[in-house]
């Protein structure tokens, strides 16, 4: 098992992860969705040093646990349908992260550390309880596709956020 590279536990109707799990040391890919896990991950995430592919879709999860943070080498984050609302400040030390889903959540705001991830294209920030993005979120220069639809922006909100980021599709739909 040392070895291993891909896991796919999806839709196995799994409640909790065991700690151990951070013993994978070898793990590139990890797809837990479609699961009913709760809470956050466990601590021990931090130990997968060589994981790309994060998928926690469709979970029942209420926390993203700072040691994500210490994923370095981690390229795509999902965490869509399930209760987040919140968003560790580490986040901006995911400097390969290039695709990040946080779509279907709870999220009102997010921490300006957020807007601080170089690499990330793809951003799919899709029904939430957005009404208000700041700013800063031009400081994501690589930004290609940036989907809002299912918000509380306006359109005049929407047609902002596209003069900051001029290089990226911001989608409303």
């Known amino acids: 098992m040392k070895d291993l590279k891909t896991l796919d536990l999806s839709g196995n109707q799994l409640r909790t992860l065991p700690a151990e799990m951070g013993n994978l040391s070898s793990l ?20 997968l040093r060589k994981l790309r592919v994060l998928n926690l879709q469709q ?36 400097k390969r992260l290039r695709k990040l889903s ?29 009404d208000f993005l700041p ?3 031009s400081q994501l220069r690589k930004l290609k596709l940036l989907k809002l639809g299912g918000n509380k922006l306006t359109k005049q909100d929407v047609k902002k956020i596209r003069e900051w980021l001029p290089a990226a599709r911001v989608t409303n739909e």
């Open 28 to 47: 590139e890919e990890l797809y837990i969705g479609n699961n009913q896990l709760q809470g956050a991950m466990p601590a021990e995430i931090r130990k």
């Open 135 to 137: 700013d800063k979120i």
């Open 59 to 94: 979970n029942e999860m209420t926390g993203i646990p700072a040691e994500i943070g210490q994923l370095e080498k981690l390229e795509e984050l999902d965490y869509s349908f399930n209760h987040l609302d919140t968003m560790p400040n580490e986040i901006k030390n995911m």
């Open 102 to 130: 946080l779509a279907h959540n709870r999220y009102r705001e997010f921490p300006i550390e957020m807007w601080q991830i170089p690499n990330l294209e793809y951003l799919d920030l899709s029904h939430n309880d957005l």
